[in-house]
């Protein structure tokens, strides 16, 4: 992952609805590289009303979440690589 991969946003039907891009990325110093965690900010804005949003970074695989948990967590969304 690297900063400027694009983020698309995905309704329920599979259909683009918004798009961004990682922003700058950060990790703890010290780490062994092996271990690392990236933290990389994401801002997509005038995302659309939806009951299903479908999430994905780059080419990674679509990360499925529904409306009440992206309220629930205040609209922040934690994507992991393993």
């Not at 801002?43 to 299903?52: A, I, Q, R, Y």
Request: hydrophobic share 35%; net charge negative; glycine share 12%.
């Amino acid at each position: 992952m690297t900063a400027g991969a694009p983020v698309v946003v995905k309704d329920s039907t599979g259909k683009i609805i918004a798009q961004g891009s990682l922003g700058q990325g950060t990790h703890p110093i010290g780490q062994q590289y092996a271990t690392v965690i990236c933290t990389f900010p994401i801002t997509v804005k005038d995302v659309p009303d939806s009951d299903f949003y479908s999430i994905s970074v780059g080419h990674r695989g679509d990360v499925p979440h529904t409306r009440a948990e992206l309220e629930a967590s205040g609209w922040n969304v934690v994507l992991t690589l393993g």
